[in-house]
């Protein structure tokens, strides 16, 4: 299971003030009775009386912040700095207001500044790993989802987190771990969020369990990600003897072993993964992985063409390097004939390596009238 936010949501959520006051308790109240509009006024009317309450000043900055007026906010939280240089929090949501309008390299900046002012806050380190991952910085993010949890070891969302990232790391046991600890908290809290359940419940079922063949080709993708294709391979046997036949497994093997340009083996699991296409039909069907990927408007039919496109033009693929170049021709006639009409899918692709075969055949034609 993934997580994908846009930069703008990743950023926004979250909001929290450090404090409980009567100034919040009020706030909250008109949320309740869905007179929202009525906070901001309301905070700056108590402003007017105490123009240097901390809590205000922050409040406010919130709340601006998630009616993305990002100017005022960040003015409301550098005022609320003039009162309290050692407010960390104040630090982390001007750096947010950096991040909402993409200038990640200064929101990083006021994050360090919010780190280093109170390390000892979760959630702080918490919404740095987030940068840092939106940003790219894989490992930097996983020491700091690493430390939340060693100062939130009960907070499930960290865990999911750093279990994401895990898993796109291709770290399938680490995620695999992370993924039952959030499945413990959430029964532990009784947390009612039935979403969350299935999700994390479908996350384990596909890479955590041994009984089933996602299991292995999950690690295998994963080791081929890496570019470890003797592991990928490795992990494609194992579960081979345990699911014989399994049409994504010898699909996923052919990938591995075309990568080592093995390519009479690769062919062979291609043509293997073909022969038992139904069982590769009833895995895409069942694991909705596969589908997310793609457009939300394709259906199961082209999601399981786009699959089977993918098998015949590896197989074109490898009988143009063996030099089968008619039979590699049929191939990648196949594989468009199967394209879906998708603008996810790369059908320039296809189409340039038809014309590669194209023009092999007609170079073998012109040698053999010579």
């Not at 295998?220 to 345990?242: C, D, M, R, V």
Request: net charge positive; charged share 25%.
């Amino acid at each position: 299971m993934k997580i994908f936010l846009s930069a703008a949501l990743l950023f926004l959520s979250g909001i929290s003030f450090g404090q409980s006051s009567q100034y919040e308790m009020t706030a909250d109240s008109l949320n309740n009775i869905g007179q929202r509009e009525k906070i901001i006024p309301y905070l700056e009317q108590e402003l007017k009386v105490k123009p240097k309450d901390e809590i205000l000043l922050r409040m406010l900055g919130a709340y601006h912040i998630e009616d993305k007026n990002l100017n005022v906010g960040e003015q409301y939280y550098r005022e609320a700095l003039l009162v309290n240089p050692k407010c960390a929090k104040c630090y982390m949501h001007i750096g947010r207001t950096y991040a909402m309008r993409d200038d990640f390299e200064k929101a990083l900046e006021y994050f360090n500044l919010a780190v280093l002012t109170d390390p000892k806050d979760g959630d702080l380190v918490l919404w740095r790993a987030k940068l840092k991952e939106h940003q790219g910085d894989q490992a930097g993010a996983l020491i700091d989802y690493s430390n939340s949890i060693t100062l939130l070891p009960n907070d499930l969302l960290t865990y999911l987190l750093r279990g994401s990232l895990k898993y796109k790391m291709e770290n399938m046991d680490g995620a695999c771990q992370d993924y039952q600890t959030v499945k413990k908290l959430n029964a532990q809290q009784k947390v009612v969020d039935t979403l969350l359940t299935r999700q994390i419940e479908s996350a384990i079922q596909d890479i955590c369990n041994p009984a089933k063949p996602s299991y292995f080709y999950q690690r295998g993708i994963g080791y081929y990600n890496l570019k470890q294709y003797s592991s990928a391979l490795e992990i494609y046997e194992q579960g081979l003897k345990k699911f014989p036949a399994h049409g994504m497994i010898l699909n996923f093997r052919g990938n591995a072993y075309l990568a080592l340009k093995q390519y009479d083996k690769a062919q062979s699991s291609y043509q293997l993964a073909l022969k038992n296409k139904e069982s590769l039909i009833q895995e895409i069907k069942a694991n909705p992985r596969f589908s997310k990927g793609l457009q939300q408007a394709i259906s199961a039919t082209e999601t399981i063409n786009t699959f089977l496109a993918e098998l015949h033009y590896h197989l074109a693929e490898c009988k143009m390097y063996t030099a089968a170049h008619e039979a590699a021709l049929t191939e990648i006639n196949t594989a468009i004939a199967l394209a879906p009409d998708s603008a996810d899918f790369p059908k320039d692709s296809y189409l340039n390596l038809r014309e590669q075969i194209k023009k092999k055949i007609s170079s073998k034609n012109i040698r053999t009238h010579w």
